[in-house]
């Protein structure tokens, strides 16, 4: 029986306040939040654009309910993939200014499908250390050379380039780090890529909705074309307030994902009401530019809040704005104190990011008032005074 000690793991895991519990929420995802039977304050979702309850999103989804049903019924390559599926993937085509687009049922899948389908034990990948975890899990999945190379470092990563004897060589980085909220050097890695003979993939989940002309995303907003950025994946769980996620690339890229990429041949279509969703939400991400603007002022006046109060955050413009805490037990006593005053806010440990830079991410949305950031100041401003070992 010791081979299975599962309780003295999760013991050791309590110990080193690693232990991780679910919060329940009743209702939908906004600002403010139903959790643990209590409303609270929440700056910790992925809806950045507040679209995740808004009506126009719902409708759609019930509207498609009644012509398509709930279930996918099937997976794409055996009769789930309805019209619905279709037209939102041109849609996405035509708004990333790609040959053509492939839905995934998850960001997780898309990431796990698109590596593996396209490498091999004589290909190499080469992914910054700090890629969210799907990336590192699709690079050894696909048994490919696996490296890792120092955040957003193109000098070291093209040491690496120049000694590969690999076959095929991908580069692979998330757009925004999901942890970190800056933003990859992605004109630098590109043009790096194009010289080493390998190709560049952005797992652009953050940035999408977010970045760029009508929230086209990290792609527009450094003007990479398909051949600069040939593998570019993005969900639709974020910003878009829906379910999902694509990869938007060449025809041929397109067409192997459809042949190989094991992620989307052997599951169940996602939801064709939630692609109708989806595709309203596009059209609210594009049209409706005041989210962008009013997300970038409530960044604005929390950094330089935080800036007055003495309080060190990231290095970040983008709607993730972590505060810099250390050890996981400060994390989570931070956490707690403002939960104790209704606010919440997640404390990300170890081994979500490295050992010691434990922190505060802190997450705004388009639904969040500048009131609620205000808030969020002050009451920062009381748990800092009453946890004293933070530094500040
Ligand atoms: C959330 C996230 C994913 C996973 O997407 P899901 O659709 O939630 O599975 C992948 N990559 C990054 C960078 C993410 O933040």
């Not at 802190?362 to 639904?367: E, L, Q, R």
Request: proline share 4%; hydrophobic share 40%.
């Amino acid at each position: 029986m010791t081979a299975f000690a599962l309780d003295a793991a999760l013991a050791e895991r309590r110990e080193q306040s690693l232990y991780r519990q679910r919060l329940l929420v009743d209702g939908p995802q906004e600002p403010e939040l139903m959790v643990d039977g209590q409303c609270c304050l929440a700056f910790c979702s992925n809806d950045y654009l507040g679209l995740a309850n808004h009506p126009d999103v719902i409708n759609a989804f019930k509207k498609a309910t009644d012509i398509y049903g709930v279930g996918g019924g099937a997976s794409h390559l055996i009769v789930g993939h309805s019209r619905a599926h279709h037209q939102l993937e041109e849609e996405l085509a035509e708004f990333t200014g790609r040959s053509r687009v492939l839905l995934f049922s998850t960001g997780y899948m898309a990431n796990l499908g698109v590596i593996s389908a396209l490498l091999g034990i004589s290909d190499a990948v080469f992914q910054d250390r700090l890629n969210h975890a799907s990336l590192l899990d699709a690079g050894r999945l696909s048994g490919a050379r696996f490296q890792r190379y120092l955040h957003a470092d193109c000098e070291n990563l093209e040491q690496r380039l120049m000694r590969s004897t690999a076959h095929r060589k991908l580069v692979v980085t998330d757009g925004v780090f999901s942890m970190d909220g800056d933003i990859a050097p992605l004109r630098e890695l590109s043009k790096l890529a194009r010289s080493h003979d390998a190709w560049l993939m952005v797992d652009d989940a953050h940035g999408f909705g977010c970045l760029g002309n009508e929230g086209r995303g990290c792609a527009d907003y450094f003007d990479l074309s398909q051949d600069d950025l040939p593998v570019l994946m993005g969900t639709l769980g974020k910003a878009f307030g829906t379910a999902g996620a694509f990869v938007a690339g060449s025809e041929a890229l397109i067409e192997t994902l459809v042949q190989f990429a094991r992620t989307y041949i052997y599951t169940t279509a996602m939801p064709p009401a939630i692609a109708e969703a989806t595709r309203v939400s596009l059209n609210i991400v594009r049209k409706e530019s005041w989210r962008r603007e009013h997300l970038t002022t409530l960044i604005q006046r929390f950094r330089s809040g935080c800036e007055t109060l003495g309080i060190r955050l990231m290095p970040s413009s983008t709607p993730i704005q972590p505060i810099d805490v250390g050890s996981a037990d400060r994390a989570l006593e931070m956490s707690r104190a403002l939960a104790d005053n209704g606010i919440l806010v997640t404390a990300i440990r170890p081994p979500t990011v490295p050992q010691g830079s434990a922190r505060l991410r802190v997450t705004f949305s388009a639904a969040h008032t500048p009131e609620q950031v205000d808030r969020l100041l002050t009451t920062l401003e009381e748990v800092v005074r009453k946890v004293p070992e933070v530094e500040v």
